[in-house]
């Protein structure tokens, strides 16, 4: 579900490639600039920026998300500006992401910034939106932002490559958010069971690429990348892989199709 839309150079051929597998991907964006990049260039083979994909000839492809990443607000004057244009933009964007918190070592020391721009994010995105979340050591602060703002309650909050305590998972699971999952994860003995933990009509799958702007789409390493974490988590869960693939497909349209 979960990549990064705006860092590859060729986002209409990773688009392209999910579409022709029946799927689709969501493509989060760093900052509102990446969004309106991203959205213009797909909106060329028939996407467009309220997040509507055509449909004909197999899934959704890649789909924009406006982004307001955590990482972005502690540089310098810029943060202000991202923070304005993205809840000008919010308001028409039915998917929302990256956003979120981060209290890792290289960006705590905007921690305060970033819950001052968090808060007026969830403030900002309609009723009904998608939001695919990043936390980082923080995601009670989410939790709290989330529902003091009301978003909790009326959108789609999905924690991507969750990373909290196992009192914060109970806490997300029971307001019912979803969970994105990828390899990355998966690679801990913690995030394995955080999977295994999250039920089946509330898991997606992601691949959190690519690592570095610019860089192309390889539909064999990503598509691999997807089929390997769904493996995992299907053995986690003691469930056939094509039973989840389904569940995973189903949450995954009802979600980009918002």
Same mark, same amino acid.
Request: proline share 5%.
């Given at each position: ?9 060729? %986002? ?9 597998? +029946?799927?689709?991907?969501?493509? =989060?964006?760093?900052? %509102? ?38 990482? =972005? ?6 943060? +202000? ?41 969830? #403030?900002?995105?309609? %009723? ?26 009326? =959108? ?51 691949? #959190?690429? %690519? ?48």
């Amino acid at each position: 579900m979960h990549l990064h839309g705006d860092w590859f150079s060729d %986002p209409r051929a990773c688009s392209a490639s999910f579409a022709a597998a +029946g799927g689709g991907a969501l493509g =989060c964006t760093v900052e %509102p600039a990446g969004y309106e990049g991203l959205a213009a260039e797909l909106a060329d083979e028939g996407r467009v920026p309220d997040g509507e994909a055509a449909r004909e000839g197999g899934g959704p492809g890649l789909v924009p998300a406006l982004g307001l990443h955590p990482w =972005c607000l502690g540089e310098g004057s810029d943060a +202000g500006r991202r923070v304005e244009r993205f809840c000008e933009l919010a308001g028409g964007c039915r998917l929302v992401g990256e956003v979120g918190l981060d209290r890792g070592r290289a960006h705590r020391q905007a921690f305060d910034a970033q819950v001052a721009a968090f808060r007026r994010a969830c #403030d900002a995105v309609a %009723p009904g939106s998608v939001l695919s979340i990043h936390s980082v050591g923080a995601a009670g602060e989410v939790l709290d932002i989330l529902g003091e703002s009301g978003r909790l309650a009326d =959108c789609a909050c999905v924690f991507h490559w969750f990373s909290g305590t196992s009192d914060e998972l109970a806490r997300a699971r029971g307001a019912g958010c979803l969970f994105s999952v990828g390899p990355l994860m998966l690679r801990s003995r913690r995030g394995r069971e955080y999977a295994r933990q999250v039920p089946v009509g509330r898991l997606l799958l992601e691949t #959190d690429l %690519p690592e570095h702007p610019g860089t192309a789409w390889d539909a064999g390493a990503g598509l691999s990348a997807l089929d390997g974490a769904l493996a995992t988590v299907a053995a986690l869960k003691g469930v056939e892989p094509e039973a989840l693939a389904d569940a995973v497909r189903r949450a995954s349209r009802g979600l980009l199709s918002r």
